[in-house]
T-cell receptor, first 113, second 114 residues
Framework: SQTIHQWPATLVQPVGSPLSLECTVEGTSNPNLYWYRQAAGRGLQLLFYSVGIGQISSEVPQNLSASRPQDRQFILSSKKLLLSDSGFYLC????????????FGQGTRLTVV | GEDVEQSLFLSVREGDSSVINCTYTDSSSTYLYWYKQEPGAGLQLLTYIFSNMDMKQDQRLTVLLNKKDKHLSLRIADTQTGDSAIYFCAERRGYGGATNKLIFGTGTLLAVQP
């Protein structure tokens, strides 16, 4: 069966510090991968999605970047965090080329102080 | 635009039916989804409907799709306190390749009163 792991669950970081959130998927190959941000407990904003290794599409201009160094690994990064980067970050995957549900990780609560 | 719109809040009494509405924007969307998010947790898929269907029923859940008006609704029969959560509709745009995006609505907070 497929599983998705996202870590850490919570993170408190000072302004100006770097960020690295990791998401890995098991039990499937060549998934579509997504990073979402949920601000203030409402609304899911698509940040990045990837249809393959090294292929990243950015949905909104921001202080964050994403990378996919391996087929089932998706990383969200920042060189210098801003206060406005605080939020709940969710990683998700779904199979390519056909309808399946999107499976979500448990999320990372990021607080920038 | 890209927005998927939902009402922000819905309050119902336990045992009543809940109807959560969603308006999406892309008429070419292939699949439409309803997700549930409990406090501090990730999203859980409740049900989905293919764009060539009008209705889908799954136990207490009924999904209605009006493709002409780009309107999607989720009806929860016999709503229970455990149904209290945020409900998101989502549309899947494109089919495979780089256009395969999942766009979520703003979320509806369902509060069930005992």
């Amino acid at each position: 069966s497929q599983t998705i792991h996202q870590w850490p669950a919570t993170l408190v970081q000072p302004v100006g510090s770097p960020l690295s959130l990791e998401c890995t998927v098991e039990g499937t190959s060549n998934p579509n991968l997504y990073w979402y941000r949920q601000a203030a407990g409402r609304g899911l904003q698509l940040l990045f999605y990837s249809v393959g290794i090294g292929q990243i599409s950015s949905e909104v201009p921001q202080n964050l970047s994403a990378s996919r160094p391996q087929d089932r690994q998706f990383i969200l990064s920042s060189k210098k965090l801003l206060l406005s980067d605080s939020g709940f970050y969710l990683c998700a995957w779904c199979a390519q080329g056909k309808n399946t549900e999107a499976f979500f990780g448990q999320g990372t609560r990021l607080t920038v102080v | 635009g890209e927005d998927v719109e939902q009402s922000l809040f819905l309050s119902v009494r336990e045992g009543d039916s809940s109807v959560i509405n969603c308006t999406y924007t892309d008429s070419s969307s292939t699949y439409l989804y309803w997700y549930k998010q409990e406090p501090g947790a990730g999203l859980q898929l409740l049900t989905y409907i293919f764009s060539n269907m009008d209705m889908k029923q799954d136990q207490r859940l009924t999904v209605l799709l009006n493709k002409k008006d780009k309107h999607l609704s989720l009806r929860i029969a016999d709503t229970q306190t455990g149904d209290s959560a945020i409900y998101f509709c989502a549309e899947r745009r494109g089919y495979g390749g780089a256009t395969n995006k999942l766009i979520f609505g703003t979320g509806t907070l369902l509060a069930v009163q005992p």
